[in-house]
T-cell receptor, first 114, second 111 residues
Framework: EAQVTQNPRYLITVTGKKLTVTCSQN?????MSWYRQDPGLGLRQIYY???????DKGDVPEGYKVSRKEKRNFPLILESPSPNQTSLYFC?????????????FGPGTRLTVL | DQQVKQNSPSLSVQEGRISILNCDYT??????FLWYKKYPAEGPTFLIS?????DKNEDGRFTVFLNKSAKHLSLHIVPSQPGDSAVYFC??????????FGTGTSLTVIP
């Protein structure tokens, strides 16, 4: 089944404890992206990647890192999480860069930073 | 600063009637617009899109209208069905790599 998977789905952590949220797609998509969803702010793009080893900042990249060593994986790294990073995170992928392809979203990861 | 705005947080419509969801944007460089639908505890799913060179795109019960001079787009759902009850996000992109989403409109279709 074609899908985008994220792990973990739920995570409660403490300030400053490094964490990684994994994202994997099995559709051989070039483009991958991370978003966060917050009440009253909608979805905001954190980072995106147009292909392996090519990443770029979205609208709200501060406090996050990403890597794209393989086409299928695009992990989101929070090196020193803070409470303002408590949010619902979505990973997405699309066949090609360029905007005309549909983005397929993962199920979301709810992160709470205490 | 929110470049894509959905000013109605919620909308209720009777089953069978038309649902109209609105979206405004500020960046005239956006050249591609999309609508996504989101159910609770799931990721958004793509609904319909439109390029800036068009003013209308239709797919079954869903039609998106784009008014570039007003920097406004709308999604029409006709007829509305209870299964359409969800949160709808509009999104915009320029060059297709960076996306800006609105804050969402929660649609409730009343049977």
């Amino acid at each position: 089944e074609a899908q985008v998977t994220q792990n973990p789905r739920y995570l409660i952590t403490v300030t400053g404890k490094k964490l990684t949220v994994t994202c994997s797609q099995n559709m051989n998509h070039e483009y991958m992206s991370w978003y966060r969803q917050d009440p009253g702010l909608g979805l905001r793009q954190i980072y995106y990647s147009m292909n392996v080893e090519v990443t770029d900042k979205g609208d709200v990249p501060e406090g996050y890192k990403v890597s794209r060593k393989e086409k299928r994986n695009f992990p989101l790294i929070l090196e020193s999480p803070s409470p303002n990073q408590t949010s619902l995170y979505f990973c997405a992928s699309s066949p090609r860069s360029g905007g005309t392809d549909t983005q397929y979203f993962g199920p979301g990861t709810r992160l709470t930073v205490l | 600063d929110q470049q894509v705005k959905q000013n109605s947080p919620s909308l209720s419509v009777q089953e069978g009637r038309i649902s109209i969801l609105n979206c405004d944007y500020t960046n005239s460089m956006f050249d591609y617009f999309l609508w996504y639908k989101k159910y609770p505890a799931e990721g958004p799913t793509f609904l319909i899109s439109i390029s800036s060179i068009k003013d209308k795109n239709e797919d079954g019960r869903f039609t998106v209208f784009l008014n570039k001079s007003a920097k406004h787009l709308s999604l029409h759902i006709v007829p509305s069905q209870p299964g359409d009850s969800a949160v709808y996000f509009c999104a915009a992109a320029n060059t297709g790599n960076q996306f800006y989403f609105g804050t969402g409109t929660s649609l409730t279709v009343i049977p």
